[in-house]
């Protein structure tokens, strides 16, 4: 089994900044893929960010703005939030394409809050 933790939320000011982590445990044999997601409310999630062998993608709203790393010694993917909007205030959900014990597999975490207001 595999889990998938997220931590780093909070509540932040427009222009401020903001790191969300997220770590991945259990019988893991390889990472494949670790990103992000997330969903405002009344709205669909969305993704955000995500790397892969080390190619990084993002959503064009937070290209620029947000920076998605990994440190494959600790299982743990990073997204770097900066000049922070009131439109980025939403759950972040990390999500990974593991295989482990079981087969492939892709997780979800369970969420972060993130809010930005003034």
């Known amino acids: 089994q595999v889990q998938i933790v997220e931590s780093g939320g909070g509540l932040v000011q427009p222009g401020g900044s903001l790191r969300l982590s997220c770590a991945a445990s259990?019988?893991?044999?390889?990472?494949?893929?670790m990103g992000w997601y997330r969903q405002a409310p009344g709205k669909q999630r969305e993704f955000v960010a995500r790397?892969?062998?080390?190619?990084?993608n993002y959503a064009d709203p937070v290209k620029g703005r947000f920076t998605i790393s990994i440190d494959n010694t600790k299982n743990t993917v990073y997204l770097q939030m900066d000049s922070l909007k009131p439109e980025d205030t939403a759950v972040y959900y990390c999500?990974?394409?593991?295989?482990?014990?079981?087969?492939?597999?892709?997780?979800w975490g369970t969420g972060t809050q993130v809010t930005v207001s003034s």
């Open positions: 790397i892969s062998s080390g190619v990084t």
């Open positions: 259990g019988s893991i044999f390889i990472i494949y893929a």
């Open positions: 999500n990974s394409d593991v295989r482990g014990a079981t087969g492939m597999k892709n997780y």
